[in-house]
């Protein structure tokens, strides 16, 4: 038996797996979960100790967690961190709201191979020099990586080419991207909604992820369109995976415009056909009807002109989060700062493009609150922030999308159980990309471990002041170290390179 460093007493267990909580102690030692004792005829696969179960060491750090919660580590599975791990690696923005993993690499952009980054981040030659730095670094969240099929395209053919690849480019991309998933990447992303992956057929999607699908990695795709198109991309996607066999994660899952609201009903019911005919897929969500993305890319696709793949939005709907260059236009629209210049909207949006390039990030208002909920309940539905590090303004999913779902929609609305909402953050997630020993509390699971208050865990997060610490936050460990204590970092960085299988 190892030994024993620390125990959380008597916190309402939620094991991750979606079963009712218990109240019981569970024990950490080596970065493990060494012991779990509790309610009676759940103790089969834990060490049960003379006296009531209690085979824990005297000398052990003990956290009372009476009235608290406490659940595996919440795994974020669609984030935009690469480069914020690697500049901020105490990733306070998720640590604060009791994340401990993090997959980066999605909506097709990644670091590696031969970038100089997507949202804002600097390049590496491979994924496997990325993840090099990541260890070097030492991150206090776990990261798994996807590479982006815009990166290897990028890289092959350039930014705008909107063509099929020749003979000699198609063998470069897959080249590519057999070294990135010989590197240690857990699967490919897409953002067709975006150059240059929009530039791409479905012909070249199947084609890189028959490969993704024999080194068993996952495809997560921001799909073509979720606008007017959103339908014809949900079959896209499906027909992507019915051929090659690959697992589907469908990125945040939204129907785009208001003329577009209440389609997610016939998205999911044609997600449930698929998984019924035995297609893998499956989905993410962030709880909020707002989303962010790249002001340049949303202005090339004509969105501020008419239907777009993002829908149609006016320079009223969109808020500037990052400006580098302009820090004074963060926290406005660009609708407010065309009335300040004097012009109007829809120029003052290409004076921004031109100013700030893809440095800047902005949020629109493209959802409906009730296809929100529907989607938050599908049972194929995890949790993924999307979040978008940069500037003073970021979209408060960044910050806030655990505590906004557990606080706002499991306590408040009563939408979801606490404990299928927990498992659709953890055991769910940890699933789906193939991390066998993390997001669930059992003995001998890596120690990723969030305790909560769960009367007073809430999203603190507005659009004026979207960076605030949420509430209810008692503590988070990653492998058995903490790094959150009651609402702070704490400056330790025991985050590492997740795997399939580990
Ligand atoms: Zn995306």
Redesign the pocket.
């Known amino acids: 038996m190892r030994a024993h460093e620390l125990v959380i007493e008597q916190a309402t267990v939620l094991d991750g797996t979606g079963a009712p909580g218990f109240v019981g102690d569970v024990a950490v030692g080596d970065g493990r979960i060494t012991a779990i004792t509790g309610e009676a005829g759940r103790d089969a696969e834990r060490e049960a100790g003379p006296g009531g179960g209690d085979g824990i060491d005297p000398g052990a750090a003990r956290i009372d967690g009476r009235g608290l919660v406490l659940a595996p580590g919440f795994i974020d599975v669609?984030t935009?961190d690469d480069t914020a791990v690697l500049v901020d690696p105490d990733h306070a923005c998720k640590t604060l709201q009791g994340v401990t993993s993090v997959v980066v690499g999605?909506?097709?952009s990644s670091v590696a191979p031969m970038t100089e980054g997507g949202f804002g981040g600097t390049g590496f030659d491979r994924m496997g020099d990325y993840l090099a730095a990541l260890d070097d670094r030492g991150p206090a969240v776990n990261v798994a990586a996807l590479v982006g099929h815009g990166t290897i395209r990028t890289a092959v053919m350039g930014l705008r080419t909107d063509r099929r690849p020749d003979a000699a480019e198609r063998a470069a991309l897959l080249e590519l991207l057999t070294g990135a998933l010989d590197d240690g990447v857990v699967g490919l992303s897409s953002?067709l909604?975006?150059e240059p992956g929009r530039y791409a057929a479905s012909s070249e999607l199947i084609d890189l992820n028959r490969l993704v699908a024999e080194a068993g990695g996952i495809y997560a795709t921001?799909m073509r369109d979720e606008g007017d198109e959103l339908l014809a991309s949900i079959d896209e996607s499906i027909e992507v995976a019915e051929i090659t066999g690959v697992p589907l994660q469908i990125?945040?899952l939204k129907a785009s415009g208001r003329s577009n609201w209440g389609t997610v009903v016939e998205a999911l019911a044609r997600i449930d056909a698929a998984r019924a005919r035995g297609v893998d897929v499956m989905a993410d969500h962030y709880p909020y009807t707002r989303?962010s993305?790249l002001l340049e890319q949303v202005v090339r696709a004509g969105a501020l002109d008419g239907p777009s793949p993002f829908g149609h939005i006016t320079p009223a709907d969109v808020l500037i989060c990052a400006a580098p260059g302009h820090p004074e236009w963060e926290g406005r629209t660009v609708a407010a700062i065309g009335d300040d210049e004097g012009i109007d909207g829809r120029a003052m949006a290409d004076r921004i493009v031109e100013a700030e390039g893809r440095r800047c990030i902005i949020v629109i208002d493209t959802m409906s609150e009730d296809d929100v909920r529907l989607v938050m309940g599908h049972e194929a539905i995890m949790v993924g922030s999307?979040g978008v590090p940069g500037g003073s303004k970021p979209h408060p999913r960044l910050h806030h999308t655990y505590p906004r779902i557990l606080g706002h929609y499991v306590r408040d609305e009563g939408l979801l159980e606490l404990a299928d909402a927990v498992r659709r953050m953890t055991a769910t997630p940890a699933e789906r990309f193939g991390f066998t020993d993390r997001g669930e509390i059992r003995v001998g699971a890596h120690a990723d471990l969030v305790l909560f208050d769960p009367e007073r865990i809430l999203d603190t997060g507005t659009w004026a002041d979207p960076t605030a610490v949420p509430d209810g936050i008692v503590g988070v460990w990653v492998n058995g170290d903490r790094v959150v204590d009651g609402g702070a970092v704490t400056g330790q960085r025991p985050g590492v390179v997740v795997h399939r299988g580990s």
């Open positions: 669609h935009h999605n909506c097709g953002g909604a975006y921001h990125s945040h989303g993305t999307d």
